[in-house]
């Protein structure tokens, strides 16, 4: 599962951090840090959760064949 976003979207409402402060850190201006990444296993519900908080819908998941394990 990746996660892709649109960073120029973002706004600021900070609400993926507050879900999930490891998987969406913010920069110095209170903003989305990332433009994506690879969720790593077991936190694929809490990736979802964080993007489903953004209000802009910034924060789209992408679902990848499952990886072996
Ligand atoms: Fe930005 Fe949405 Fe998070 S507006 S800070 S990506 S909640």
New binding site residues.
């Given amino acids: 599962m990746k996660v892709l ?1 649109n960073k120029p ?9 507050n879900v999930a402060p490891a998987l ?1 850190p ?1 920069d110095d201006n ?3 840090a990332s433009t994506g990444f690879s969720v790593p296993q077991g936190q694929e519900s809490l990736a979802q959760r964080g993007a489903r ?4 819908r ?2 789209e998941i992408r679902d990848t064949p499952a990886e072996p394990r």
């Fill in positions: 976003i979207g973002c706004v600021g409402h900070a609400r993926c951090n969406y913010l209170g903003y989305i908080a953004c209000p802009e910034v924060i």
